[in-house]
């Protein structure tokens, strides 16, 4: 029996996923809709996975994963996310994600993760491991490498357009706090325009611009 928890802050995705992991083999032992509760039910039920989403209020699911991991755990986490966030799988499984799928898979890919990574191999959806395959081939670093989990999470909003009262009420931050993350990543990018950022995150292969609206 695999043992899941579902960590994500829209209880529609939720429950979601709880539907399609209503198999003989799976079963769902919690729910939560913030990482610092997933993280008090991870350690009190120890399940064999859990499926997180990365933006929710508070604390990231990167910052989530790396607590997993420091914690000595034995949760393998898969992540699950938006298509539109899909920038960092390479800062997810160097935080220790076994996992990492978008929220538009099928039903049947969803599955198929949960079995794998509870056999003790990774997943990742073809699209994502494509591009790991194509970074590395490239051998260049990313500028975006030096930025911290919660700066890059900044820094995707606000290539999206998201004001800085948006970002906070969604991180769960004040806008001065998450004023000094834009000033701080744009220090180390060495950018001064959101322009300049996005252009630098296209550059890199982190950034679709069809699919993203720059703010100023």
Known sequence: MIDVVLVD??????????????????RICGEAGTAEEGLRLIRATKPHI????????GMS??????????ANLPTH??????????RFPKRLLDAGAHGYLTKSCAAEELLNAVRQVASGRRY??????????LATLDGEGSPFDALSSRELEVAMMLVRGKALTAIG?????????????????????????????????TVHGLLDTHNNQVGN
């Open 169 to 201: 009420e969604q991180l769960n931050l004040s806008p001065k706090t998450v004023s000094t993350y834009k000033q701080r990543l744009m220090e180390k990018l060495q950018v001064d325009h959101v322009i300049s950022l996005a252009h630098l995150m």
């Open 50 to 57: 859990a499926l997180v989403d990365v933006h929710m209020p």
């Open 9 to 26: 802050d829209h209880e529609l995705v939720r429950t979601g996923f709880r539907m399609i992991l209503q198999q003989p083999d799976v």
């Open 61 to 70: 699911g990167i910052e989530l994963t790396e607590r997993i991991v420091r």
């Open 124 to 133: 990742l959806a073809p699209a994502v491991a494509q591009q790991l395959a």
């Open 77 to 86: 986490v898969i992540v699950v996310t938006v298509v539109e966030d899909a």
